[in-house]
C-alpha cells in the first residue's frame, strides 16, 4: 500500500496516527489490530454513533469486545473530545485509565474487555436492557474473527436472535488472523455471513475500510424492528501501513524507531505529530 | 429454600421493578409463577450459562437486578471467569443463585454436585457469599440483600429434611441453632440438619454441642465467628463442600489469625468422586457429614483431650 489515499478520511488518518504514536511512545504492541479497525471506528465515532455526553443514559453505545484492539478506541474517544491528551499519553503506564484492553472506569467505555467473546454478551445484555427500558438507543459491537471460535458468541448470536434484539449492530472485523496464525489453518469460519444467517441474523458484507459503504450500510439500518444485524467487514490487519499488513508478528510486535519512521510516512502523517 | 426463593423473588419483583430472572432453561416446577405474573422480566436464556451472566451484566449496568438461576455448579463454575470480568469488575448488582447445596442432587451424580462453590465465590473479594440454612433464612436473606450494590452469590439447598427452628439473617452474626457448652460446631447451609441430629445424639452421652448457622460467608462475620469460638475449646466446621475453600477454611483462618486457642475438626468432603453415587443421605454418610459420623468424631476428639 502507499500514499494516503488508502487510509481513509481525516478522521481515520487520526486514529491511525494516535495508534502508532502512542504505542510508540508506550513500546507496546497490538498495533496490527488496532489499525484494522481504524476505518469502522472512524466510521462509528464521527458519523455514527450519538453521545452526546459520555453520561447521557439514552446514548448509543459501542462496545469494542475485541478489546485488544483498545487504542483505535482510545484515539476515537480523543478525536471526539471524550478523553484528554493528557490522559491519553498514560497509555500503558503506571497509574493509568488506559490499558492495553479497555476497562469501564475511563468515560465513555462501558465494559472492561479483553477477554474474548465476553463484551459481545454484555452488548446482548446492554441491547434487552433499552428494549425492556422503552430506549431508542443502539447498540454496536465490534468483534474480531477469531473472536467467532469462543462458544459463548454463539450463545449470545441464539438469545439476540431468539429476542429480536433490532436495537443491536453487531460488526466483525474480519481480517483473516489471529493472535499466531491464520483463521483458515487455525479455525475457519468462512462462510463467516454464512454462519450469523443460519443464527437468523441478517447479515451484510463490505469492505471494512471503504467507510462510504460502511456508513451507507449503518445509516440505513432500521433499528426500530426486524432481527439484529451484522456487518462482516472484510479488512486487512495492519491496514495502511505495508510492512505491517496481513503479517502475524504485527499482533504482539511493539515498532522501533526504523519502523514508526516508515509507519508514519505510509499513513501521510508527520512522525510525532 | 429453593421454594422460599421462588416466593420470595415474586415478592422482591412485585415492589421493586429493577427485578429481573433469568435461568439457564432450570426450575421446572419452581419458577413457573414468577414466570406467569412477570413475563416481561423472565428469560429462559438456554443451557447457555455463560451468556446468562453476560446478558445480566449488560442489564444490571442499566440499572436491573437481574437474578440468575442455575444448579450451583452451572451457575458458579461454568460461567466463573464472566462472574469474575462481569458483575465483579463492574461492580454490578447480578444475584448468583446456585441450587443444590453440596450432594442434594445425590443420584444425579458428580456433574451435579456443588462442592465448590462456596470456595471459588469466597475468593473474590467484592462478592457477598450466602448460604441459608433454612427457607425462613433464605428469606430474609434475600430481603435483606438483593439490592447491595455489588453482586451476590446465594447457595441454595433443595433437600428437604427434618425443619430446623425458624432463625433470621445478619450479615454480621451468626444463628445459634442449639445452645451448647462442651463444643462448637459452625454448620454452612442446609447440613445443619446433620450438625444438630449430632448434638442429640451427644446429649445422649452428657456432652452438649452448640450449633450455628454461618448464613453469610463473604465478608465474613468475624467478630461474631471469633467471640464465639474462643469460649469452646474444641470447634467444629461442617459442610457439604470440599473442606478447602469453604467455611472450614474460614474458621481456620479466623483462629490463626486471631491466635485463638482451640482444638479445630472440620468436617467436610476430601476426595474426588469415586465414581459411584447414592441418594443424598447416602454420600453424607459416605463422607462423614452425617450426624452419627459427626458425633463419634466429635466424642473422639473430646476423649483424647480428657
Same mark, same amino acid.
Given at each position: @500500500?502507499?500514499?494516503?489515499?488508502?487510509?481513509g478520511?481525516?478522521?481515520?488518518?487520526c486514529?491511525?496516527?494516535?495508534?502508532l #504514536?502512542?504505542?510508540?511512545?508506550?513500546?507496546?504492541?497490538?498495533?496490527?489490530?488496532a489499525?484494522?479497525?481504524?476505518?469502522?471506528? =472512524?466510521?462509528? $465515532?464521527?458519523?455514527?454513533l450519538?453521545?452526546r455526553s459520555?453520561?447521557?443514559?439514552?446514548?448509543?453505545r459501542?462496545i469494542?469486545?475485541?478489546?485488544h =484492539?483498545?487504542l483505535?478506541? $482510545?484515539?476515537?474517544?480523543?478525536l471526539?473530545?471524550?478523553l484528554?491528551?493528557?490522559t491519553?499519553?498514560?497509555y500503558?503506564?503506571?497509574?493509568s485509565?488506559l490499558g492495553?484492553?479497555?476497562?469501564?472506569?475511563?468515560?465513555g467505555v462501558?465494559f472492561?474487555?479483553?477477554?474474548?467473546?465476553q463484551?459481545?454478551?454484555?452488548?446482548?445484555?446492554?441491547?434487552?436492557?433499552?428494549r425492556?427500558?422503552?430506549?431508542?438507543?443502539?447498540v454496536?459491537?465490534?468483534?474480531s474473527?477469531?473472536?467467532?471460535?469462543? !462458544?459463548?458468541?454463539?450463545e449470545?448470536?441464539?438469545?439476540?436472535?431468539q429476542h429480536?434484539?433490532s436495537n443491536?449492530c453487531?460488526l466483525?472485523?474480519?481480517?483473516?488472523?489471529?493472535?499466531? !496464525?491464520?483463521?483458515?489453518?487455525?479455525?475457519?469460519?468462512?462462510p @463467516?455471513?454464512?454462519?450469523?444467517?443460519?443464527?437468523?441474523?441478517?447479515?451484510?458484507?463490505?469492505?471494512?475500510?471503504d467507510?462510504a =459503504?460502511?456508513?451507507?450500510?449503518l445509516?440505513?439500518m432500521?433499528? %426500530?424492528e426486524?432481527?439484529?444485524?451484522?456487518?462482516v467487514?472484510r479488512?486487512?490487519?495492519?491496514k495502511?501501513?505495508?510492512f505491517?499488513?496481513?503479517?502475524?508478528?504485527?499482533? $504482539?510486535?511493539? @515498532?522501533?524507531?526504523e519502523?514508526?519512521?516508515?509507519?508514519?510516512a #505510509?499513513?501521510?502523517t %508527520?512522525?510525532g505529530? | 429454600?429453593?421454594?422460599?426463593?421462588?416466593k420470595s423473588?415474586?415478592e422482591?419483583a412485585e415492589k421493586?421493578?429493577?427485578?429481573v430472572?433469568?435461568?439457564?432453561?432450570?426450575g421446572?416446577?419452581?419458577?413457573?409463577p414468577?414466570?406467569?405474573q412477570? +413475563?416481561?422480566? *423472565?428469560?429462559?436464556?438456554?443451557?447457555?450459562?455463560?451468556?446468562?451472566?453476560g446478558?445480566?451484566?449488560?442489564?444490571?449496568e442499566?440499572?436491573?437486578?437481574?437474578?440468575?438461576?442455575?444448579i450451583?455448579?452451572?451457575? /458458579?463454575?461454568?460461567p466463573?471467569?464472566?462472574?469474575?470480568n462481569g +458483575?465483579l469488575? &463492574?461492580?454490578?448488582?447480578?444475584?448468583i443463585?446456585?441450587?443444590?447445596?453440596?450432594f442434594?442432587y445425590?443420584?444425579?451424580?458428580?456433574? &451435579? &454436585?456443588g462442592?465448590?462453590?462456596?470456595?471459588?465465590m469466597?475468593?473474590?473479594?467484592?462478592m457477598?457469599v450466602?448460604?441459608?440454612a433454612?427457607?425462613s433464612?433464605?428469606r430474609?436473606a434475600l430481603?435483606e440483600?438483593?439490592?447491595?450494590?455489588g453482586?451476590?452469590?446465594?447457595?441454595?439447598g433443595?433437600? /428437604?429434611?427434618? +425443619?430446623l427452628?425458624e432463625?433470621g *439473617? &445478619?450479615?454480621e452474626?451468626?444463628e445459634t441453632?442449639?445452645?451448647g457448652?462442651?463444643?462448637?460446631?459452625?454448620?454452612?447451609?442446609?447440613?445443619a440438619?446433620?450438625a444438630?441430629a449430632?448434638?442429640?445424639?451427644?446429649?445422649?452421652?452428657?456432652?452438649?454441642l452448640?450449633v450455628?448457622?454461618?448464613?453469610?460467608v463473604? +465478608?465474613?462475620p468475624e467478630?461474631?465467628?471469633?467471640?464465639?469460638?474462643r469460649?469452646?475449646?474444641?470447634?467444629?466446621?461442617?459442610e457439604?463442600h470440599?473442606?478447602c475453600?469453604g467455611?472450614g /477454611?474460614?474458621v481456620?483462618e479466623?483462629i490463626?489469625?486471631?491466635?485463638?486457642?482451640t482444638?479445630l475438626?472440620?468436617?467436610?468432603?476430601?476426595? *474426588?468422586s469415586?465414581g459411584r453415587?447414592? /441418594?443424598?443421605t447416602?454420600?453424607?454418610?459416605?463422607h462423614?457429614?452425617?450426624?452419627?459420623?459427626v458425633?463419634?468424631?466429635i466424642?473422639?476428639v473430646?476423649?483424647?483431650r480428657?
Amino acid at each position: @500500500m502507499n500514499g494516503t489515499s488508502d487510509v481513509g478520511d481525516l478522521f481515520a488518518r487520526c486514529v491511525r496516527q494516535i495508534i502508532l #504514536e502512542q504505542s510508540r511512545r508506550a513500546n507496546v504492541g497490538h498495533i496490527g489490530s488496532a489499525l484494522s479497525i481504524a476505518d469502522l471506528i =472512524a466510521v462509528l $465515532y464521527d458519523r455514527i454513533l450519538k453521545i452526546r455526553s459520555a453520561s447521557d443514559p439514552d446514548r448509543d453505545r459501542f462496545i469494542l469486545s475485541k478489546g485488544h =484492539a483498545a487504542l483505535a478506541l $482510545y484515539a476515537a474517544l480523543h478525536l471526539k473530545g471524550l478523553l484528554d491528551k493528557r490522559t491519553l499519553d498514560t497509555y500503558c503506564g503506571d497509574d493509568s485509565l488506559l490499558g492495553v484492553h479497555p476497562e469501564h472506569a475511563l468515560p465513555g467505555v462501558d465494559f472492561c474487555s479483553g477477554s474474548l467473546g465476553q463484551g459481545f454478551s454484555f452488548a446482548v445484555g446492554t441491547a434487552l436492557a433499552a428494549r425492556i427500558q422503552g430506549s431508542k438507543r443502539r447498540v454496536f459491537v465490534l468483534l474480531s474473527d477469531a473472536e467467532c471460535n469462543e !462458544g459463548v458468541v454463539w450463545e449470545a448470536v441464539q438469545f439476540a436472535a431468539q429476542h429480536r434484539l433490532s436495537n443491536l449492530c453487531a460488526l466483525i472485523d474480519l481480517n483473516g488472523q489471529q493472535a499466531i !496464525g491464520y483463521t483458515k489453518d487455525i479455525l475457519d469460519l468462512s462462510p @463467516m455471513a454464512e454462519k450469523w444467517r443460519a443464527f437468523r441474523w441478517e447479515a451484510f458484507e463490505a469492505d471494512g475500510h471503504d467507510q462510504a =459503504a460502511i456508513f451507507r450500510l449503518l445509516s440505513g439500518m432500521n433499528f %426500530a424492528e426486524g432481527t439484529p444485524r451484522v456487518v462482516v467487514a472484510r479488512t486487512v490487519f495492519g491496514k495502511g501501513v505495508s510492512f505491517m499488513e496481513n503479517q502475524i508478528p504485527w499482533h $504482539y510486535l511493539p @515498532m522501533n524507531k526504523e519502523q514508526y519512521a516508515r509507519a508514519c510516512a #505510509e499513513i501521510g502523517t %508527520a512522525e510525532g505529530t | 429454600m429453593r421454594n422460599a426463593f421462588a416466593k420470595s423473588i415474586i415478592e422482591l419483583a412485585e415492589k421493586d421493578e429493577r427485578v429481573v430472572l433469568l435461568t439457564g432453561d432450570l426450575g421446572f416446577m419452581v419458577l413457573e409463577p414468577f414466570a406467569r405474573q412477570f +413475563p416481561k422480566r *423472565f428469560y429462559n436464556v438456554g443451557a447457555a450459562e455463560q451468556n446468562m451472566v453476560g446478558v445480566a451484566t449488560g442489564l444490571a449496568e442499566a440499572g436491573f437486578i437481574p437474578f440468575v438461576y442455575s444448579i450451583a455448579n452451572f451457575a /458458579s463454575l461454568r460461567p466463573y471467569e464472566f462472574i469474575r470480568n462481569g +458483575p465483579l469488575l &463492574h461492580r454490578l448488582p447480578v444475584r448468583i443463585v446456585g441450587i443444590g447445596d453440596g450432594f442434594d442432587y445425590g443420584p444425579a451424580g458428580p456433574t &451435579h &454436585h456443588g462442592l465448590e462453590d462456596v470456595g471459588v465465590m469466597r475468593l473474590l473479594p467484592g462478592m457477598t457469599v450466602i448460604a441459608p440454612a433454612s427457607p425462613s433464612q433464605t428469606r430474609t436473606a434475600l430481603q435483606e440483600t438483593y439490592a447491595l450494590a455489588g453482586p451476590v452469590y446465594y447457595r441454595l439447598g433443595k433437600a /428437604s429434611g427434618k +425443619p430446623l427452628p425458624e432463625i433470621g *439473617f &445478619h450479615p454480621e452474626t451468626i444463628e445459634t441453632l442449639r445452645p451448647g457448652r462442651d463444643a462448637l460446631i459452625l454448620t454452612l447451609g442446609g447440613i445443619a440438619q446433620e450438625a444438630l441430629a449430632a448434638a442429640e445424639k451427644l446429649e445422649a452421652k452428657g456432652v452438649f454441642l452448640e450449633v450455628a448457622a454461618v448464613a453469610q460467608v463473604a +465478608p465474613a462475620p468475624e467478630s461474631a465467628i471469633f467471640e464465639m469460638a474462643r469460649r469452646f475449646p474444641v470447634v467444629a466446621t461442617l459442610e457439604a463442600h470440599y473442606v478447602c475453600g469453604g467455611i472450614g /477454611s474460614l474458621v481456620a483462618e479466623i483462629i490463626a489469625e486471631h491466635g485463638i486457642k482451640t482444638r479445630l475438626v472440620r468436617f467436610g468432603v476430601r476426595e *474426588f468422586s469415586s465414581g459411584r453415587t447414592g /441418594s443424598t443421605t447416602w454420600l453424607r454418610k459416605r463422607h462423614g457429614l452425617d450426624g452419627e459420623s459427626v458425633a463419634e468424631t466429635i466424642l473422639q476428639v473430646l476423649g483424647g483431650r480428657r
